[in-house]
């Protein structure tokens, strides 16, 4: 179902998720107040515009209140940040997205209103050091305090055996979410207990941070 987007400030954090919501076929708005980052991203939006976000005149006339989501990726200067996504609040529009460079821009984007806050640097930092630490560790994503969701290849100790024999679940609190299958190409969700690991199999998986960790060592 195609949605309607608008997202304030077209830095490589703005750009690159204005252009991939676009590609998804949702009508997406690009707003910025420099002529040469709406140039640039014109191409990649269904309408990109030159506006100040920090002036509630010049975005009550883009008539954000009916987007389905608005994502203000202002991060570079906290106060244009903050009166942006203030002013968004204000109009009324269904779902604001903040993205944040600090824990304590974080905590001021929450106060204002800010529906969700993003922390694309720290996301990615940390995802970076999750692989360095573990080259077998594929992907990584924080899901809430304590807990994460890991792509992993199987230890040793899992193959051949199925998901009920390993009682993941029961012994260590984490869940098989899905398994991707290189060989042939296949994507299983929720596993049933009956699945078989392979060695040629990727687990996604969602636990204990200190559960995860255990088992990242003996992959």
């Known amino acids: 179902m195609k949605k309607q987007f608008a997202v304030i400030g077209l830095g490589n954090f703005g750009f690159y998720l204005a252009a991939g919501l676009f590609q998804k076929g949702h009508e997406v708005l690009g707003i910025d107040i420099n002529p040469r980052q709406v140039q640039e991203v014109r191409d990649n939006v269904s309408r990109a515009v030159i506006a100040d976000a ?9 008539e954000l209140e009916k987007m389905n989501a608005v994502v203000v990726s202002i991060g570079s200067v906290l106060n244009s940040s903050i009166l ?5 609040k204000d109009m009324g ?7 944040a460079v600090s824990d304590a821009h974080g905590r001021i984007l929450q ?3 800010a529906d969700d806050i993003y922390f694309p640097e720290k996301d990615l930092a940390l995802t970076a050091a999750q692989r360095l630490d573990n080259p077998n560790v594929l992907d990584y994503l924080p899901f809430m305090e ?11 100790m899992f193959v ?3 998901l009920i024999e390993l009682d993941l679940i029961n012994r260590l609190g984490i869940q098989v979410i899905a398994v991707t299958e290189t060989s042939p190409e296949n994507v299983v969700m929720i596993p049933t207990g009956r699945f078989v690991v392979k060695d040629s199999d990727l687990l996604v998986l969602l636990g204990p941070d200190k559960a995860l960790a255990g088992l990242e060592e003996k992959s």
Request: proline share 8%; charged share 20%; glycine share 8%.
């Open 146 to 156: 304590g807990y994460s969701i890991v792509q992993l290849a199987p230890p040793a």
């Open 111 to 113: 106060k204002i209103g």
């Open 54 to 62: 920090t002036d509630p005149q010049a975005l009550k006339e883009l």
């Open 93 to 99: 529009v269904k779902r604001v997205v903040a993205k």
């Open 160 to 162: 051949g055996k199925n």
């Open 84 to 88: 942006a996504t203030l002013n968004v």
